[in-house]
C-alpha cells in the first residue's frame, strides 16, 4: 500500500514557540491531505483539509491562525503550530488520499509543550 | 448528521475468547468503512475495510467485519483473541471519491483488555 510518512515522530517545545509538522505522501501524489488531531484515550478529530494550491479548509472550532496549513507541492503538507501553549499538546495525524480515494494514514506526531 | 457510534468504551476478554466490538454509523453517502487499531503511542494500523461486495470482510490478524446495511452497523469480530490484541480499536466511515477523496469520521474507539 501507499505511504504516508510525518517529521518529526516526537517534539517537546517550550510555551510561545512555533512547531512544524511535516506530512508526505512517498509514493504518490496528494492534492488533498487531511489532519487529524487525538486527545488522550480520545478519537481523532478532523481539523482541517489541506488543499494543493488553494487554502486548506478548517473544521469548526479550529483557529486557523493557531494552527497554520501549507500545502506546498503533491507530496508534501505542513502543520505549524504558532505560539504553542500546553493545551496545543497532542497527538496530530496526517492522512492523504490516493487517486482512487482511499486514505492512508501517517504515524502520528506527539507534540508536548511545556 | 454523519456520525461513528462505538457503543462500547471499554471491553474485557479473556485470552481465547472470541471477540465482537460493535459499530454502527450514520452517513448520507454510500459508506466506505473502516476498522483501524491504535495501540499506546503509536500511529493507526488498518485491520479492515468495506467497500462493496462480500459484506464479510475478512482483515490482518485474524480479525473480520460484517456489513449490514439494514442495521447500518459494521461490527469487528475475531474467534480468538490474544494478549496482544489489547489496544485501542476505532470505527470509521468515509466516502470512497475518485478525486480529492473524504476524510474519515471516527468513532469514540472501544479499548480492549485482555485478562489471562
Known amino acids: 500500500g501507499a505511504v504516508v510518512s510525518q517529521h518529526p515522530s516526537w517534539v517537546i517545545c517550550k510555551s510561545g514557540t512555533s512547531v512544524k509538522i511535516e506530512c508526505r505522501s512517498l509514493d504518490f501524489q496528494a492534492t488533498t491531505m487531511f489532519w487529524y488531531r487525538q486527545f488522550p484515550k480520545k478519537s481523532l478529530m478532523l481539523m482541517a483539509t489541506s488543499n494543493e494550491g488553494s487554502k486548506a479548509t478548517y473544521e469548526q472550532g479550529v483557529e486557523k491562525d493557531k494552527f497554520l496549513i501549507n500545502h506546498a507541492s503533491l507530496t508534501l503538507s505542513t502543520l505549524t503550530v504558532t505560539s504553542a501553549h500546553p493545551e496545543d499538546s497532542s497527538f496530530y495525524i496526517c492522512?492523504?488520499?490516493?487517486?482512487?480515494?482511499?486514505?492512508?494514514f501517517g504515524p502520528g506526531t506527539r507534540l508536548t509543550v511545556l | 448528521a454523519q456520525s461513528v457510534t462505538q457503543p462500547d468504551i471499554h471491553i474485557t476478554v479473556s485470552e481465547g475468547a472470541s471477540l465482537e466490538l460493535r459499530c454502527n454509523y450514520s452517513?448520507?453517502?454510500?459508506?466506505?468503512l473502516f476498522w483501524y487499531v491504535q495501540s499506546p503511542g503509536q500511529g493507526l494500523q488498518l485491520l479492515l475495510k468495506y467497500f462493496s461486495g462480500d459484506t464479510l470482510v475478512q482483515g490482518i490478524k485474524g480479525f473480520e467485519a460484517e456489513f449490514k446495511r439494514s442495521q447500518s452497523s459494521f461490527n469487528l469480530r475475531k474467534p480468538s483473541v490474544h494478549w496482544s490484541d489489547a489496544a485501542e480499536y476505532f470505527c470509521a466511515v468515509g466516502a470512497l471519491s475518485n478525486q480529492a477523496g473524504t476524510a474519515l469520521i471516527f468513532g469514540k474507539g472501544t479499548t480492549l483488555s485482555v485478562s489471562s
Open positions: 452517513y448520507g453517502a454510500t459508506p466506505y
Open positions: 492522512s492523504a488520499p490516493t487517486s482512487y480515494g482511499e486514505q492512508f
